[in-house]
T-cell receptor
Framework: QSALTQPPSASGSPGQSVTISCTGT?????????VSWYQQHPGKAPKVMLY???KRPSGVPDRFSGSKSGTTASLTVSGLQADDEADYYCSSYTGSYSWVFGGGTKLTVL | QVQLVESGGGVVQPGGSLRLSCAAS????????MHWVRQAPGKGLEWVAFLQNDGRIDNYADSVKGRFTASRDTSKNTFYLQMNSLIPEDTAVYYC????????????GGQGTLVTVSS
């Protein structure tokens, strides 16, 4: 199973919005509404920010939103804050109890 | 609150074995599937293993299939990863993750444990 494709980097100024894409195939992103997004600060464990494309776990600000079209999922961070600077990974279910991650995107808040 | 505490990492020679543990608390462990996820130094995340809540169904990434085995002890609220025939490419921080009930996502919650495979 090949990794999902994410841009290596993204950036935005405080208060702006930034969108990170995650492209897969019909066997993963396109085949299931089971895309998750994870935030990871340096030296810390990953934290789930969105699941099932657009659902937010308790405690995640509504500045984080998600969508999916075909084989591409997207994470949008609105009202960028300094603490949003981190690595972001998408993940998708691929069937038969298997999952795949994207390569990760480093988000820089300018 | 939900807590996952990984342990058991260390330095092991190629071809060796190691067993990781993940002590779970703050949720009903017997109800939820569990996963292992790893991250090689300076690299991205890789899903490694899945084990259903009752232990009847498991699955593994191709990179570890046949070498790694996940198990769980409900009486101890602990999730395990037995790693055999280790290779240098298995060097990574290993995180356990709580799965979701009848859903296909997971939440890593611990600090991870570092496994280094080196001679």
């Amino acid at each position: 199973q090949s990794a999902l494709t994410q841009p290596p980097s993204a950036s935005g100024s405080p208060g702006q919005s930034v969108t990170i894409s995650c492209t897969g195939t019909s066997s993963d992103v396109g085949g299931y509404n089971s895309v998750s997004w994870y935030q990871q600060h340096p030296g810390k464990a990953p934290k789930v920010m969105l699941y099932e494309v657009s659902k937010r776990p308790s405690g995640v600000p509504d500045r984080f939103s998600g969508s999916k079209s075909g084989t591409t999922a997207s994470l949008t961070v609105s009202g960028l804050q300094a603490d949003d600077e981190a690595d972001y990974y998408c993940s998708s279910y691929t069937g038969s109890y298997s999952w795949v991650f994207g390569g990760g995107t480093k988000l820089t808040v300018l | 609150q939900v807590q996952l505490v990984e342990s058991g990492g260390g330095v092991v020679q190629p071809g060796g074995s190691l067993r990781l543990s993940c002590a779970a608390s703050g949720f009903t462990f017997s109800w939820l599937p569990m996963h292992w996820v790893r991250q090689a130094p300076g690299k991205g995340l890789e899903w490694v293993a899945f084990l259903q809540n009752d232990g009847r169904i498991d699955n593994y990434a191709d990179s570890v299939k046949g070498r790694f085995t996940a198990s769980r002890d409900t009486s101890k609220n602990t999730f395990y990863l037995q790693m055999n025939s280790l290779i240098p490419e298995d060097t990574a921080v290993y995180y356990c993750a709580r799965g979701a009930d009848y859903a296909y996502w997971f939440d890593p919650g611990g600090q991870g444990t570092l496994v280094t495979v080196s001679s």
